[in-house]
């Protein structure tokens, strides 16, 4: 896939999904979807379909809940009981135990939310400050286990008492959650039908900023992708020598 978890701003084309960092760059698999598509026709079906049905309060594609979260807590998660530097992101959370007892997360995203191998889930989880709560925030994202394609992204909000809200959500396929200079920056790839896993056709990267209680939409930027590179064969140009003066 092409940058799913590329930089902010919809650089970086080459790869699948690939573990956040502060500016979202990443790696690369291109193997067929399992679970969720088995091939670039059923992508395609499941863009089409959307997944699911809530829409979203700031346009887009997908399912989406900005708002804030309601007054149950989600999960209680005991801080670290080691002292941390300055400015590092703590406490680390269980995410898999946020997102089973949070009843914004849909079933079908619970269908894939089990151990890939031994007892590591297809989860992702980025620390950093959103919401200007008192500790960093938490963005989970949610993948396949065989193919890495996000299916789900979340951001948790800290409360005072060491519990957390789920103050965003966006269900669909090919999705990934990053941190970046204190905006959440959501990325979609878009396939065709037609498309291979590892080639969609376009993506969509969107820019949320905290305002009050919820986050609203700053940017968005849409990317189309050409269709005549990615076969990997050919062999790169040779180097060539400036002129002598």
Same mark, same amino acid.
């Given at each position: 896939?092409?940058?799913?978890?590329? +930089?902010?701003?919809?650089?970086?084309?080459?790869?699948?999904?690939?573990?956040?960092?502060?500016?979202?760059?990443?790696?690369?698999?291109?193997?067929?979807?399992?679970?969720?598509?088995?091939?670039?026709?059923?992508?395609?079906?499941?863009?089409?379909?959307?997944?699911?049905?809530?829409? *979203?309060?700031?346009?887009?594609?997908?399912?989406?809940?900005?708002?804030?979260?309601?007054?149950?807590?989600?999960?209680?998660?005991?801080?670290?009981?080691?002292?941390?530097?300055?400015?590092?992101?703590?406490?680390?959370?269980?995410?898999?135990?946020?997102?089973?007892?949070?009843?914004?997360?849909?079933?079908?995203?619970?269908?894939?939310?089990?151990? *890939?191998?031994?007892?590591? =889930? /297809?989860?992702?989880?980025?620390?950093?400050?959103?919401?200007?709560?008192?500790?960093?925030?938490?963005?989970?994202?949610?993948?396949? *286990?065989?193919? +890495?394609?996000?299916?789900?992204?979340?951001? =948790?909000?800290?409360?005072?008492?060491?519990?957390?809200?789920?103050?965003?959500?966006?269900?669909?396929?090919?999705?990934?959650?990053?941190?970046?200079?204190?905006?959440?920056?959501?990325?979609?790839?878009? =396939?065709?039908?037609?498309?291979?896993?590892?080639?969609?056709?376009?993506?969509?990267?969107?820019?949320?900023?905290?305002?009050?209680?919820?986050?609203?939409?700053?940017?968005?930027?849409?990317?189309?992708?050409?269709?005549?590179?990615? +076969?990997?064969?050919?062999?790169? /140009?040779? /180097?060539?020598?400036?002129?002598?003066?």
């Amino acid at each position: 896939m092409r940058g799913l978890r590329g +930089s902010g701003d919809g650089r970086g084309r080459a790869g699948t999904i690939g573990h956040p960092t502060g500016d979202g760059t990443g790696g690369a698999r291109g193997r067929a979807l399992t679970g969720w598509a088995a091939s670039s026709a059923a992508l395609a079906g499941l863009a089409a379909f959307g997944l699911f049905a809530v829409s *979203c309060s700031t346009g887009g594609t997908g399912t989406r809940d900005e708002g804030p979260a309601g007054t149950d807590p989600v999960a209680r998660v005991t801080p670290s009981t080691t002292a941390s530097a300055p400015g590092r992101p703590v406490p680390r959370v269980a995410p898999v135990d946020l997102l089973k007892a949070d009843p914004k997360v849909s079933e079908r995203v619970r269908s894939v939310l089990r151990p *890939c191998t031994g007892d590591e =889930y /297809p989860v992702d989880t980025s620390y950093g400050r959103l919401t200007g709560g008192p500790t960093a925030d938490v963005v989970v994202n949610v993948m396949t *286990c065989g193919d +890495s394609v996000g299916v789900g992204t979340y951001v =948790y909000r800290p409360r005072p008492d060491g519990t957390y809200e789920n103050v965003f959500t966006v269900e669909q396929p090919a999705v990934y959650g990053t941190i970046d200079r204190g905006d959440l920056v959501v990325t979609t790839q878009l =396939y065709g039908k037609k498309d291979a896993v590892a080639y969609p056709s376009a993506e969509e990267v969107i820019t949320y900023h905290w305002a009050g209680s919820r986050f609203s939409e700053q940017d968005r930027v849409h990317n189309d992708f050409n269709r005549a590179v990615g +076969s990997g064969d050919g062999d790169l /140009p040779a /180097p060539t020598e400036p002129p002598e003066n």
